[in-house]
């Protein structure tokens, strides 16, 4: 009996995906669960497990080619008899990379070697045999540190460029090898320079804060975050993004929490943030931080959009910063560190714990008097001893 299994949706949003490299052929007999293609998508690239057990007829599309959701991807024979099970994966869909640079295999000895567009790039301009080197990236992935020393032992081709890079050298200078989260990170950030984004700031006198936080044993960012969602609920246009000719107003607030990891800055997502408890946000930030330091998100997590992101500067001693936006948002929050500042109180100066609170926004969904108010708003809820109490624990 033949079977057509479509692209299937990998993500909120996505609209198609892009064969990177097939894992079977036509008249392949494959198990169920066994990985069939590699296809990239905006946010990621991700290997698709094989939802049946049977024999591949046909192979609808070659690489780099470009399926939209819904469309046919392989057609199979159930009838057939499937070859041996693989060892099980632990997941259904492996995310290859958190960025949108899929791995392309080029034959090298006896099997296929791995390595990213950029990299593959970067050893063209260095006039290094990608097909040569042994990878020392995941699975055996070749990075552009495995370029560049390659690079280094056979020295660097005759072009003005490259020359011109290597005079540099000569006189002090190195290079180094940008990693493919480096490269996502950038491309982010870079992409977001077209917004209009102006950065508010207060100053928090945390007393209460601080009172409050150790009495429920926990940190300030997830009583901050609670805070942040009950005024979203007063101030929509937090949660809102700006779709050009309107303005996507969210129910849920899907909190972007900055996460800084060895391999660079990560923006995992607190989903819903608002129905849970500060105990429960709590629990979210320490698993989702976790998780983007050793790689363990799911694929979920991974694609989640966050509609407000929140950065804590303060956990490495900044006093204060001007976060850029994440795609999708119309307000990122940055809280500085909690110290002893001179405060004045009823007319007197006194020491008070006291942090800067900074609110970036995008200046096409809310105007300065529109985010001032919202700030204003949620550093009133911060101070006041009553409305920290009536956030849900």
């Given at each position: 009996?033949?079977?057509?299994?479509?692209?299937?949706?990998?993500?909120?949003?996505?609209?198609?995906?892009?064969?990177?490299?097939?894992?079977?052929?036509?008249?392949?007999?494959?198990?169920?669960?066994?990985?069939?293609?590699?296809?990239?998508?905006?946010?990621?690239?991700?290997?698709?497990?094989?939802?049946?057990?049977?024999?591949?007829?046909?192979?609808?599309?070659?690489?780099?080619?470009?399926?939209?959701?819904?469309?046919?991807?392989?057609?199979?024979?159930?009838?057939?008899?499937?070859?041996?099970?693989?060892?099980?994966?632990?997941?259904?869909?492996?995310?290859?990379?958190?960025?949108?640079?899929?791995?392309?295999?080029?034959?090298?000895?006896?099997?296929?070697?791995?390595?990213?567009?950029?990299?593959?790039?970067?050893?063209?301009?260095?006039?290094?045999?990608?097909?040569?080197?042994?990878?020392?990236?995941?699975?055996?992935?070749?990075?552009?540190?495995?370029?560049?020393?390659?690079?280094?032992?056979?020295?660097?081709?005759?072009?003005?460029?490259?020359?011109?890079?290597?005079?540099?050298?000569?006189?002090?200078?190195?290079?180094?090898?940008?990693?493919?989260?480096?490269?996502?990170?950038?491309?982010?950030?870079?992409?977001?320079?077209?917004?209009?984004?102006?950065?508010?700031?207060?100053?928090?006198?945390?007393?209460?804060?601080?009172?409050?936080?150790?009495?429920?044993?926990?940190?300030?960012?997830?009583?901050?975050?609670?805070?942040?969602?009950?005024?979203?609920?007063?101030?929509?246009?937090?949660?809102?993004?700006?779709?050009?000719?309107?303005?996507?107003?969210?129910?849920?607030?899907?909190?972007g929490v900055a996460v800084d990891t060895e391999r660079g800055l990560l923006v995992p997502v607190l989903q819903d943030a608002g129905r849970r408890g500060i105990a429960g946000i709590s629990d979210e930030i320490e698993r989702v931080a976790a998780g983007a330091r050793d790689g363990s998100l799911a694929l979920a997590d991974k694609l989640a959009r966050p509609t407000i992101a929140v950065s804590n500067t303060g956990s490495y001693g900044s006093e204060a910063g001007t976060p850029?936006?994440?795609?999708?948002?119309?307000?990122?929050?940055?809280?500085?560190?909690?110290?002893?500042?001179?405060?004045?109180?009823?007319?007197?100066?006194?020491?008070?714990?006291?942090?800067?609170?900074?609110?970036?926004?995008?200046?096409?969904?809310?105007?300065?008097?529109?985010?001032?108010?919202?700030?204003?708003?949620?550093?009133?809820?911060?101070?006041?001893?009553?409305?920290?109490?009536?956030?849900?624990?």
């Open positions: 009996m033949e079977r057509v299994f479509a692209m299937p949706d990998l993500g909120e949003g996505l609209e198609e995906g892009r064969i990177v490299e097939w894992l079977v052929g036509e008249g392949d007999e494959v198990a169920l669960n066994q990985p069939l293609v590699e296809v990239e998508t905006a946010k990621a690239a991700v290997e698709i497990p094989s939802p049946f057990a049977g024999r591949i007829l046909k192979l609808h599309g070659g690489i780099d080619t470009d399926v939209p959701v819904g469309s046919p991807l392989i057609t199979f024979d159930l009838e057939a008899v499937p070859a041996p099970a693989p060892e099980p994966d632990t997941s259904v869909l492996r995310t290859a990379t958190l960025s949108a640079h899929p791995a392309v295999a080029e034959q090298r000895h006896n099997g296929p070697v791995k390595a990213t567009p950029p990299v593959r790039k970067r050893a063209k301009e260095l006039g290094v045999d990608i097909a040569t080197l042994d990878g020392t990236g995941p699975g055996g992935r070749v990075t552009e540190a495995d370029v560049q020393r390659a690079a280094e032992r056979t020295g660097p081709p005759e072009s003005d460029d490259i020359i011109g890079v290597a005079l540099y050298q000569d006189v002090g200078s190195r290079l180094e090898p940008v990693d493919e989260i480096r490269q996502s990170i950038a491309a982010t950030l870079t992409s977001q320079i077209k917004i209009p984004q102006v950065t508010t700031f207060r100053t928090v006198d945390c007393t209460e804060l601080d009172r409050f936080r150790h009495e429920l044993r926990v940190s300030p960012l997830p009583v901050v975050i609670a805070a942040l969602c009950m005024t979203a609920r007063d101030h929509p246009l937090l949660n809102a993004n700006w779709l050009e000719d309107m303005i996507e107003l969210r129910d849920a607030v899907n909190v850029i936006l994440s795609p999708g948002t119309s307000v990122t929050i940055a809280f500085g560190v909690i110290r002893p500042r001179a405060l004045v109180v009823d007319g007197v100066v006194e020491p008070r714990l006291a942090a800067t609170i900074s609110m970036t926004f995008d200046h096409r969904a809310l105007d300065g008097a529109a985010a001032g108010r919202a700030l204003t708003d949620l550093v009133a809820l911060l101070e006041s001893p009553e409305r920290l109490g009536g956030l849900p624990r």
